[in-house]
T-cell receptor
Framework: KAGVTQTPRYLIKTRGQQVTLSCSPISGHRSVSWYQQTPGQGLQFLFEYFSETQRNKGNFPGRFSGRQFSNSRSEMNVSTLELGDSALYLCASSPLLGNEQFFGPGTRLTVL | LAKTTQPISMDSYEGQEVNITCSHN???????ITWYQQFPSQGPRFIIQ???TKVTNEVASLFIPADRKSSTLSLPRVSLSDTAVYYCLVGRNYGNNRLAFGKGNQVVVIP
């Protein structure tokens, strides 16, 4: 069974731009979570989607948003990029809410 | 949500048993303790989960004392490939664990 895939793997943007990251969960998994990982803050939860609805949300500003499609694929969007948004963005899927999570390889975003 | 405290880093020699501790003083009655492992340039990977006493799988053992205010992940006979960051999470089943990965414990295995 294929694992969680994330595209693109690497991305370079400039301040003020916006970016959309994509995540395809493991087949059959209905929950998708997003995390931001930086050296200073570690791994921080952004939000979780299940059945196209946001079920949990971390403590991030409204510039960070996401959505989930009927096939469980998910996208996250960051608007008005700031230098501090440079990070590894990880997506994780699980069969249902509250199950063990399976992580993708991440998207490395660099904001210049 | 219960907060966890882990050492920032630790070193161990190849072939030794490594014990990684985690403090969670305000763990709630319904909370489980879950450990993940993350290698460089990869996403975290689930290792083990437990509620009390001891849990063992093919990768590790998890020891939880009676008061459940701490836990210890034990890796038997580590190899260089066990060099990774280890995260301890506390929450109800898996659900609330989305919120509390933190910075983890960097374990370096030395030849």
């Amino acid at each position: 069974k294929a694992g969680v895939t994330q595209t693109p793997r690497y991305l370079i943007k400039t301040r003020g731009q916006q970016v959309t990251l994509s995540c395809s969960p493991i087949s059959g998994h209905r929950s998708v979570s997003w995390y931001q990982q930086t050296p200073g803050q570690g791994l921080q939860f952004l939000f979780e989607y299940f059945s196209e609805t946001q079920r949990n949300k971390g403590n991030f500003p409204g510039r960070f948003s996401g959505r989930q499609f009927s096939n469980s694929r998910s996208e996250m969007n960051v608007s008005t990029l700031e230098l501090g948004d440079s990070a590894l963005y990880l997506c994780a899927s699980s069969p249902l809410l509250g199950n063990e999570q399976f992580f993708g390889p991440g998207t490395r975003l660099t904001v210049l | 949500l219960a907060k966890t405290t882990q050492p920032i880093s630790m070193d161990s020699y190849e072939g030794q048993e490594v014990n990684i501790t985690c403090s969670h003083n305000n763990i709630a009655t319904n909370d489980y303790i879950t450990w993940y492992q993350q290698f460089p340039s990869q996403g975290p990977r689930f290792i083990i989960q437990g509620y009390k006493t001891k849990v063992t799988n093919e990768v590790a053992s998890l020891f939880i004392p009676a008061d459940r205010k701490s836990s210890t992940l034990s890796l038997p006979r580590v190899s260089l490939s066990d060099t990774a960051v280890y995260y301890c999470l506390v929450g109800r089943n898996y659900g609330n664990n989305r919120l509390a990965f933190g910075k983890g414990n960097q374990v370096v295995v030395i030849p």
